[in-house]
């Protein structure tokens, strides 16, 4: 070979590696989903559009709003674009009544945190956000009542807002500007935050019936859930003054939602307290507003009818005297539907007459033989274009039917889950082994999951024990098929609390699980309250649970034995490469323990590096990511995330070594390493400035970009990450209220 061929050989060599270096440090453009699993939270409130036939409406308290897409046949999450966390809580929503474009969302989570009117041309799709005085509570109690939010059917451009706190608001512009109805009785009881919510106004009723479009309606009706003397109030001269509605039941009934029908008869519902729990008894009344007559339909009268008040009522808009309400907080039996098609005269439980198909969300079993019908129903409603259709909101999903007549021809109804595109849970821990399935969760209220696909509801969750929160999950880093997991324990009601599991281990990747229970440590179990973390060796043939006492165990918990030297407190880790080895971080001494024989005994460390505020990152909240990480595959290698930065040993904790950057790091993970690199990226929820984002690193914590968007905030409520250590680039994010998202390297060609 010449030398004009060695140089050129040389010279593409050297552009080969330029092209890698430069895809790997400039590929940051990402795809963004949802792990699927189906649900799994609270949606208070379901609304179909009166303007355009197959348009409704989803309220979550949580997770945002969604919207019905009838031609992809799922529903889609609407504020995903949206930054501010506490507009993920929705107190109501109202589409135009006219314009199916239109649509208004009153957004708050808690009532310490700013609220808002989200308003809307597009379906949702894009938002215009009015900041507003008066505070919310999506997710406080009362959040199933409504509907508070409502549009005047003449007058578009006039809404009215139940607030909690501050009485009656309305708007004259279509939402943008907001002013307290000073008319209105009721004026509120303000705001503490250190007392129960208050319920306020519950719902707001325009009668279409006295205007005319374009003309105001003139009769108003506003429900008051607080506990005072009279509950509900009318208008009849568009809001300029009110009184009280005449003979109205009596002061112990909270009216929490009604309806109003094409004849002027308003159904309401009543509970004696706001829900979602703690209600124990409820009615139903009839009101015909043009003989001012009151009449109670309560469809369960017997005097052993179960605890339990009703919420949920909806009416069929095309046959006059039908329709349905449901029960709530009535745990035994179970919750209802009941229905009438004669105004309340006859009543039909439609419980004992339905099934439920939920092969499409398995986990809605629990492991029985079919899922319950369902609790916390405080949403109900039927189509208004389809009498046949019918759909109502639980605690962990939202069903529906197609069928509701067969219940008038004494026939069985069939419920589906319809939460296609709809992911509303909580998540607590991820991990991503680098064998088997590719991730397992920590769920919040159901437990978690194998998840074997990413685009299908798991038909494994983490059952036997089962448990409600899963806050632990570990793998055995060089046998990854040994799991272990810790958590709130799933008990019946009534059942002893000291018999809890809260500890299990699986060796097939969690698709089966063995429980595990310490013994009692000073006369007592300590780990009954799912708060006691768990770890595994790298080998999988060590447990170690940090109960007051550290204890750990070689025989899948036949035996138990004192961890020696690990004080009260303090969580050991696993290193992941090396069998012999766990480490545990002292927060309030500045200092490493370890252990070089299995957890048997740890030593302290004479460790330097560690800055100097460590208990500044210490948290008695075991839901919070542990700050002190150990690296996937390299023995020694440990992470420890403080409040003044990111920190790295490589020698098994003798010494740390700042991480310089300008993303300060929350949450840590690991991912498959880079192309031509060996140590696993990094992904990080943390913040740059005032930015609280999503952020990857391919040089091992020393630069950051960003892998979120302005397209995918998800309210920036980060719990917990982690990577995919076969997938470069792939990144979980564990969300508050909007699931599992995951993020996939848009990689092009250079």
């Known amino acids: 070979m010449n030398n004009f061929a060695r140089c050129l050989t040389r010279l593409l060599g050297c552009l080969a590696i330029l092209l890698t270096l430069t895809a790997v440090a400039q590929s940051h453009q990402y795809e963004w989903r949802n792990v699927r699993v189906g649900g799994g939270g609270f949606s208070p409130g379901i609304i179909f559009s009166t303007a355009e036939e197959g348009l409704a409406y989803l309220r979550t308290d949580i997770g945002g709003v969604y919207r019905w897409e009838r031609k992809s046949k799922a529903w889609l999450p609407l504020q995903d674009a949206i930054a501010q966390s506490n507009y993920f809580g929705i ?57 508070r939010l409502a549009i005047d059917p003449n007058d578009t451009s006039i809404l009215y807002f139940g607030s909690r ?30 007392a129960p919510t208050n319920a306020g106004i519950s719902f707001v009723i325009f009668d279409s019936r006295s205007g005319a479009p374009g003309t105001r309606s003139r009769t ?33 009934w909270l009216p929490v939602q009604a309806q109003l029908d094409s004849r002027g008869i308003l159904f309401v519902t009543y509970a004696t307290s706001i829900g979602p729990n703690g209600i124990l008894d409820g009615a139903v009344f009839r009101f015909d507003t043009r003989t001012n007559e009151w009449r109670d339909i309560t469809p369960d009268k017997s005097a052993a009818k179960p605890p339990g008040g009703y919420m949920g009522v909806s009416l069929d808009r095309r046959r006059p005297g039908a329709l349905v309400v449901a029960t709530v907080n009535r745990w035994e039996p179970g919750d209802t539907i009941w229905r009438t098609r004669d105004d309340g005269e006859h009543w039909t439980s439609l419980r004992e007459i339905s099934d439920r198909d939920v092969s499409s969300t398995p986990f809605l079993t629990w492991d029985e033989t079919r899922a319950e019908f369902g609790h916390w129903m405080s949403g109900v409603a039927i189509d208004p274009f389809d009498s046949t259709h019918i759909a ?26 319809w939460v296609e595109g709809v992911e509303e849970t909580a998540i607590i821990a991820l991990t991503s082994p680098p064998l088997g399935p590719p991730l397992l969760s920590g769920f919040g209220d159901i437990s978690g999951f194998v998840h074997d696909r990413l685009d299908r509801s798991p038909s494994t969750m983490h059952l036997h024990p089962a448990f409600t929160n899963t806050v632990f999950l570990d793998y055995a880093g060089r046998a990854p098929n040994m799991i272990v997991r810790g958590g709130r324990a ?11 599991i809260t500890l299990a281990w699986s060796s097939d990747f969690g698709r089966t ?17 799912g708060d006691t973390p768990i770890a595994v060796s790298a080998d999988g043939a060590t447990f170690v649970a940090m109960t007051p006492m550290p204890m750990f165990t070689r025989d899948r918990g036949a035996t138990w034995q004192r961890a020696e030297g690990l004080p009260r407190g303090l969580r050991a880790i696993a290193d992941r490469d090396e069998a012999s080895r766990f480490y545990a971080l002292d927060f309030v001494e500045r200092r490493i323990l370890l252990s070089s024989d299995g957890a048997a005994s740890f030593t302290t460390l ?32 440990l992470w420890f995330v403080g409040a003044e930065g990111l920190y ?82 792939r990144v979980y994010v564990g969300t508050d209220g909007r699931g599992i998202v995951y993020g996939n390297l848009v990689t092009r060609d250079l």
């Open 165 to 194: 706190h501050d009485g009656l608001q309305r708007s004259t512009d279509r939402g943008k500007t907001w002013s307290k109805v000073t008319s209105f009785p009721h004026a509120g009881r303000g705001m503490r935050v250190d």
């Open 91 to 147: 107190e109501s929503i109202a589409p135009d009544p006219r314009d199916p474009n239109v649509v208004y969302v009153a957004a708050g989570m808690y009532r310490r945190e700013p609220a808002a009117i989200l308003r809307s041309s597009n379906r949702g799709d894009t938002w215009d956000i009015v900041p507003v005085p008066f505070r919310m509570g999506g997710t406080e109690d009362g959040r199933g009542l409504g509907e």
């Open 392 to 417: 109502y909101t639980t605690g962990a999903t939202v069903y529906a039917a197609r069928e509701l007549t067969n219940a008038d021809a004494g026939k069985r109804l069939l419920w589906h889950p």
């Open 606 to 637: 004479a460790t330097s590096g560690l800055p100097q505020d460590t208990q500044a990152t210490y948290s008695t909240n075991p839901e919070r990511p542990h700050p002190l990480l150990a690296t996937p595959g390299r023995a020694g290698e």
């Open 648 to 729: 790295r040993s490589s020698n098994a904790g003798s010494t740390f070594a700042h991480v310089p950057s300008d993303v300060r790091v929350i949450a840590l993970g690991f991912g498959k390493s880079p192309p031509n690199r060996t140590h696993p990226t990094l992904f990080a929820i943390g913040t740059r400035g005032e930015l609280l984002a999503i952020w990857r690193s391919d040089d091992e914590g020393r630069t950051w970009v960003r892998i979120n968007d302005e397209a995918h905030e998800y309210g920036r409520r980060f719990r917990v990450i982690t990577g995919d250590p076969r997938v470069y680039g």
């Open 490 to 500: 799933r008990l019946p009601r009534g059942a002893d609390r000291n018999e809890a």
């Open 220 to 252: 108003l009706y506003v429900g008051v859930a607080d506990p005072v003397e009279k509950h509900l109030f009318v208008s009849v001269d568009a809001g300029a003054s009110w009184h009280t509605v005449e003979d109205q039941p009596a002061a112990k």
């Open 513 to 529: 699980w063995s429980p595990l229970k310490v013994p009692a440590q000073e006369s007592q179990r300590s780990d009954v309250n």
